[in-house]
């Protein structure tokens, strides 16, 4: 038997039409199948949960311990910090709280050292993740003077202190317009009382304001997912505190003569000699 070149389009078609309605057929099974959502309510088990509830202990596959020294950036005086005399009845008059873990009623509360040996290759990394997370806001020499401040953002505090102590944090009037630090200082100290430059805050507590965020500050634990990279981060600050405030004693002499060379180009001969501070 023979069919015709029209017929054999027509069943062509309905083969394809059949096909079609199979498929369909097969997409919505596979789009209604029982596939439940962590604790969404369903009648599998008997507590109408679609998980069981986790094992005591259990933790996510990347996340560090606790005690892990990665991530350990509190002392045992940090996680139970004493309340600050006179800090209550000048900020929380009325209000139960007293300080929670972390906060800095004290430099003894955090850390001061790295939880590994830094190399030279950490401190690049840390150069490399700073300009990338840091330097948009703290500018990429830590004077707090990045584009996003440019364009209206909080300027954050200087890494670097004015080297005649005279210049105030202009940024930070904590509501008070006679309370402004002096340049470089911590908020987060100043807060609980206490006066310290950036330059000598635990690195730990570099580390807590990384992992939380301070302030107008986000956390950036996100950008910053490996808590190896905001050591290696802290590392690269600690390098350009130095690089604006070395005593030009601790210059190799190749170094020491040009700075003398640039001091006498800048007629800045009291300055230069006294601190190697390049000039910004
Ligand atoms: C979006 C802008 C922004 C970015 C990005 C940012 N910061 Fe900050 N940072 C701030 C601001 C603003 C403050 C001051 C907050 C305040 O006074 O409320 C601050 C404050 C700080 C302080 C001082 C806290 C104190 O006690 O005074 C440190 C340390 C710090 N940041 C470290 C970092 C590090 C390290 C990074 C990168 C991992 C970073 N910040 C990224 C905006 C930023």
Not at 85 to 110: C, H, L, M, R, Y
Not at 194 to 217: C, E, L, R, S
Not at 229 to 257: F, G, N, T
Request: positive net charge; glycine residues 10%; charged residues 25%.
């Amino acid at each position: 038997m023979t069919t015709s070149a029209p017929a054999r389009v027509r069943i062509a078609s309905a083969l394809l039409v059949a096909a079609l309605g199979l498929a369909a057929g097969c997409q919505q099974k596979m789009a209604t199948q029982p596939a439940p959502r962590p604790y969404e309510e369903s009648t599998l088990f008997a507590d109408n949960q679609s998980a069981r509830p986790l094992e005591r202990g259990v933790i996510h596959r990347n996340q560090p311990v606790d005690d892990d020294p990665l991530v350990a950036w509190l002392t045992a005086d940090g996680k139970n910090p004493k309340p600050v005399p006179g800090w209550k009845e000048a900020v929380d008059p009325n209000g139960q709280s007293g300080p929670s873990p972390g906060a800095p009623t004290d430099v003894k509360n955090f850390v001061n050292e790295f939880p590994f040996q830094i190399t030279e290759t950490d401190l690049k990394r840390g150069q490399v993740m700073y300009n990338a997370v840091c330097a948009e806001c703290h500018g990429g020499a830590g004077y707090g003077n990045g584009k996003i401040v440019e364009r209206g953002y909080l300027k954050p505090p200087s890494y670097h202190t004015d080297p005649a102590g005279k210049a105030k944090d202009d940024a930070h009037l904590n509501g008070k317009q006679d309370h402004a630090l002096p340049v470089g200082y911590s908020r987060g100290f100043d807060r609980w009382g206490k006066q310290v430059a950036i330059k000598d805050v635990p690195v730990g507590y570099i580390f807590q304001v990384i992992t939380w965020g301070f302030g107008g500050m986000p956390s950036h634990a996100v950008q910053l997912a490996n808590p190896a990279d905001r050591w290696r981060v802290i590392a690269y600050i600690r390098a350009l505190q130095l690089s604006q405030d070395a005593p030009a004693a601790d210059l190799s002499p190749e170094a020491k003569k040009e700075l003398d060379k640039a001091g006498e180009r800048s007629h800045d001969h009291g300055d230069a000699h006294r601190r190697a501070r390049p000039r910004r």
